[in-house]
């Protein structure tokens, strides 16, 4: 892999970044020295001159073109995208609608499609760069009690998927990892649940944002690690 010039800034783009995980990670890489781009549906604008905010639904192509677009024009390079967009909808298989299918298949699948092709294009001219998807452990993992059969079967493609490209891509000097959570305490989620769901994991808590920060880093950080799926689960993958 090309490392950058030492007087260039590397630069990220992270979906789904107005709340929770997302902005996380934004703060965490401008911490780093990134300059970000975070996108999702609704953010307001930044008071911090490093990060860019652009409002719309990755779902679109027009947005994700938007995005990449800001990025190669504002700072002229893209060295990670963080796929961390995704919406949960969990249910009974066949009380899923046909309004749930597409809404999952938009923003889970088509989403990440939209912003990984136009990225990897421009990693590609680099000779560098790096993806890291997010899925959930639920897609090996199933439980009867927290039934999410579409939910799984799109995150599942993105675990499938980071595989592929990761061998598809590393003699370019491209890197793809994906991470794999358990329950994590977002604004999604009520809080009095937590005790309840930590109970799904052996560790006997739910995680914490800064959990997920510490291992999107940790896979920025490692640069003979591609293809990996890390589990950030509390040991639920593991068994119980």
Request: glycine share 12%.
């Amino acid at each position: 892999m090309i490392p950058p010039p030492e007087h260039e800034q590397r630069v990220a783009i992270i979906t789904g970044a107005s709340q929770g995980i997302g902005a996380g990670l934004a703060k965490a890489y401008r911490e780093r020295g990134y300059a970000v781009i975070a996108t999702a549906r609704s953010i307001g604008p930044s008071e911090d001159p490093g990060i860019v905010t652009i409002g719309g639904d990755i779902a679109d192509a027009d947005t994700a073109q938007r995005v990449v677009d800001e990025a190669v024009e504002r700072f002229g390079r893209i060295d990670t995208l963080i796929n961390n967009a995704g919406i949960y909808i969990g249910k009974p298989f066949t009380e899923y609608t046909l309004q749930d299918f597409n809404a999952l298949i938009a923003v889970n699948l088509a989403g990440f499609f939209h912003m990984t092709t136009r990225t990897i294009r421009h990693m590609l001219d680099q000779g560098r760069g790096h993806v890291v998807n997010v899925s959930t452990t639920l897609v090996e993992h199933a439980d009867s009690s927290r039934p999410a059969a579409l939910q799984t079967l799109t995150k599942g493609g993105l675990v499938a998927v980071t595989r592929s490209l990761a061998v598809e891509y590393a003699s370019h000097g491209l890197r793809i990892n994906a991470v794999s959570l358990g329950v994590i305490k977002t604004p999604l989620h009520d809080e009095s649940s937590y005790a309840g769901m930590g109970a799904l994991h052996p560790i006997g808590r739910v995680g914490e944002i800064d959990d997920v920060v510490g291992g999107v880093l940790y896979l920025e950080s490692a640069p003979f690690v591609t293809g990996e799926i890390l589990h950030i689960d509390g040991g639920q993958s593991a068994g119980h």
